[in-house]
């Protein structure tokens, strides 16, 4: 039992240092761009477009909007109600369903 509590605690630690890993860089990257570069180059829409497309597995995003609707967080966001009334749409979650998590 010790064994698996210690190989859980090291698995939630590496999903932490990943997480703060990424933020920093997030924030190093950030700075960067603001302080470090001249107008011009960040008025160049090669380096910085306008529209950024990601790419999401279906099952994730349904798995973490339904996360988001059990921890209430998804009701507390109340800008953009297009486009999750889209997004609801699109992953084949039915409204009925958000009242079940409230």
Do not use: C
């Not at 090291?10 to 920093?24: F, G, Q, V, W």
Request: glycine letters at 0%.
């Amino acid at each position: 039992m010790n064994l698996f509590i210690g190989l859980l605690n090291n698995a939630i630690e590496k999903d932490h240092d990943r997480i703060s890993y990424l933020m920093l860089k997030a924030e190093i990257i950030a700075e960067i761009e603001l302080f470090y570069m001249l107008p011009y180059q960040r008025r160049k829409n090669d380096w910085f477009p306008e529209v950024m497309y990601y790419h999401a597995s279906l099952d994730d995003t349904q798995k973490e909007v339904k996360k988001m609707m059990k921890r209430t967080e998804w009701n507390q966001i109340n800008t953009f109600l297009n486009l999750k009334k889209d997004l609801l749409k699109k992953i084949n979650i039915q409204l009925d369903q958000i009242m079940e998590y409230k």
